[in-house]
Antibody
């Protein structure tokens, strides 16, 4: 069965960096585009970034453009999100999700909490 | 860029039917598929409707989706409400390299 497991969350000071990982199993990882979606405490879902199946294309939400970098290592079946210049408003649970062909999120991980605080 | 607007909350009694709307601010609702997710407290979202009206395997037939071009909106209908349907529901669509979610609707089954 499809499994997505995020790791790397934690508490980080404003302005610092953090890298999230998402380990995928149960499907052909190299065949699917992958996303990061976040949810601030008590708030709704917000799309963050997407990477194509082969890593050649990447798109970002305006709120993170220039600060976050999405990448993947298909030899390790792992998706990454490198976050730099973190701000308090980046505090959220970050989910990785598999992209389906008609642009929806077919499977979600359990999420990783990132807290940006001094 | 477009937005998707949902009611903040709805409530209904068990056994009844509820409809949650999702209105697109610009561009045709029919131009891109609308998808729906359910998120119970403390859990990750799951897909309950994709491609406007398709149900993934395992999702009860009580859940259905549709679009209405006259109101430029999509709707999620849940019939025969059960207490376990109490959750947050999000619509989502895509355009021009952006994946957009509605603000979410909290469904209370009382």
């Amino acid at each position: 069965q499809v499994q997505l497991v995020e790791s790397g969350g934690g508490v980080v000071q404003p302005g610092r960096s953090l890298r999230l990982s998402c380990s995928a199993s149960g499907f052909s990882f190299r065949s699917y585009a992958m996303h990061w979606v976040r949810q601030a405490p008590g708030k709704g879902l917000e799309w963050v970034a997407v990477i194509s199946y082969d890593g050649s294309k990447k798109y970002y939400a305006d709120a993170v453009q220039g600060r976050f970098t999405i990448s993947r290592d298909s030899s390790r079946n792992t998706l990454y999100l490198h976050m730099s210049g973190l701000r308090a408003e980046d505090t959220a649970v970050y989910y990785c999700a598999r992209s389906e062909t008609t642009d929806y999120f077919g499977y979600w991980g359990q999420g990783a909490l990132v807290t940006v605080s001094a | 860029n477009f937005m998707l607007t949902q009611p903040h909350s709805v409530s209904e009694s068990p056994g009844k039917t509820v409809i949650i709307s999702c209105t697109r601010s610009s561009g045709s609702i029919a131009s891109k598929y609308v998808h729906w997710y359910q998120q119970r407290p403390g859990t990750s979202p799951i897909t309950i409707i994709y491609e406007d009206s398709q149900r993934p395997s395992g999702v009860p037939v009580r859940f259905s989706g549709s679009i209405d071009t006259s109101s430029n909106s999509a709707s999620l209908t849940i019939s025969g409400l059960k207490t376990e349907d109490e959750a947050d529901y999000y619509c989502q669509s895509y355009d021009n390299g952006r994946w957009v979610f509605g603000g979410g609707t909290k469904l209370t089954v009382l």
